[in-house]
């Protein structure tokens, strides 16, 4: 099992439909992260969870949507995007102990809102 | 705010040269400092991390950064590029304790593309 698995890959849908994004860390981190990669911009950071409670959520839209069932789980729920909602998704953990962690990330889930 | 940034968009080089990415950082105190590089379609890879101590830092596949307090650089080395470094290479700092009542978020530059000519 490679550290940290996104499913879908690839993804695309229509305006109004409803997807979700999932995220499984095999790490045994405490902290889970939801970043937006999009052409010419730097990575953005969507959601923050520690210890599956959501510390952090950067101005993101309420079309996005997090789940944190668990601390080895992690869900983008989708509904209603836009085309420029586009992008890859890309789901990370860390253990986060006082400091900073380094980052383990996912191979993302690229998104295409037509 | 704390920032990072990548002041080469895109660099090329020859294969076997030897390669500098320069990444500048904006924080107060002492950082926390990562080179990630991204190859297409797939996610980040954790190249090197500074934390503390020597400032000079190694990491995977012969690469190498040097922290500069006095110029707020956390610049990526390699002495000889391989075909296989062609990728994304992006700078990262995390701060120590909360930050904007989150723990363990990086805040990431741009990215500096890097092609590789034969």
């Known amino acids: 099992e490679t550290g940290v698995t996104q499913t879908p890959r690839h993804l695309v849908m229509g305006m109004t439909n409803k997807k979700s994004l999932k995220c499984e860390q095999h790490l045994g981190h405490n902290a889970m992260y939801w970043y937006k990669q999009s052409a010419k911009k730097p990575l953005e950071l969507m959601f923050v969870y520690n210890f599956k409670e959501q510390t952090e959520n950067n101005s993101v839209p309420s079309r996005f949507s997090p789940e944190c069932p668990n601390s080895s789980h992690l869900f983008l729920h989708l509904h209603t995007l836009q085309p420029e909602d586009s992008a890859l998704y890309l789901c990370?953990?860390?253990?986060?102990?006082?400091?900073?962690?380094?980052?383990?990330f996912g191979e993302g889930s690229r998104l295409t809102v037509l | 705010a704390q920032s990072v940034t990548q002041p080469d968009i895109h660099i090329t080089v020859s294969e076997g040269a030897s390669l500098e990415l320069r990444c500048n950082y904006s924080?107060?105190?002492?950082?926390?400092l990562f080179w990630y590089v991204q190859s297409p379609g797939q996610g980040l890879q954790l190249l090197l991390k500074?934390?503390?101590?020597?400032?000079l830092v190694q990491g995977i596949k012969g690469f190498e950064a040097e922290f500069k307090r006095s110029q707020s650089s956390f610049n990526l080395r390699k002495p000889s590029v391989h075909w296989s470094d062609a990728a994304e290479y992006f700078c990262?700092?995390?701060?120590?304790?909360?930050?904007?009542?989150?723990?363990?978020?990086?805040?990431f530059g741009k990215g500096t593309k890097l092609s590789v000519k034969p």
């Open positions: 500074y934390f503390s101590g020597d400032t």
């Open positions: 990262a700092v995390g701060a120590t304790g909360n930050y904007g009542g989150s723990q363990g978020n990086l805040i």
């Open positions: 924080y107060g105190a002492t950082p926390y």
């Open positions: 990370a953990s860390s253990q986060v102990t006082g400091g900073v962690g380094e980052l383990f």
